[in-house]
């Protein structure tokens, strides 16, 4: 079991490190989004250019492979505020882990913590759907197609109706400390 904890440990911090990287480049290629589309059309050399992050997809096609500042910019904003919202993810798991190693889960920073994790696990399919939208009135529907993906309302809810759970635990953890 302490393998496992460790190992757990360990991966959402890498997680976690990944997404705040993941982020920031995201954001770098947003910033200098001027040379990038002709870096990408000869790089990539393709009818299509299909960027995604976590369901929130966009295309763009017949644009000699390379897409739109506005396109990218776009993309770029929804992308490192998806990426942040996974990194606060991985960051509460690690700190509900860490915390729970030596007492019970039930503790009413654990259930919280995992509130939180509920809420940007929604907030991840609606900002794909924001930012989706934005693109499709931006650049226009002929020009970018956009896609999302609503697997993070279906984990949010999950995770928030568990949280439940984890509160009753509280109140019966608090019960029976009070009894000793």
Known sequence: MK???????????????????AAALTVAVGI???????????????????LSTYGFEVS???????????????????AALIFVLMALIFRNLYLIIKKSKETTPFQKANVRMFKEIGYFSLGVPVIGLIFSTINRFAVGVDVAETAVSIGGFIIGLVVLCITQYFAKGVELQEDVDGLL
């Open 3 to 21: 393998f496992i904890n460790k190992a757990t440990l360990i991966l959402t911090k890498t997680a976690e490190i990944f997404h705040w990287l």
């Open 60 to 78: 763009t096609e017949n644009m000699m492979a390379a897409p739109k500042a506005t396109t990218l910019i776009i993309y770029s904003i929804g």
């Open 32 to 50: 200098c989004k001027a040379p990038v589309p002709q870096f990408l059309k000869h790089i990539l050399r393709a009818d299509a250019v299909q």
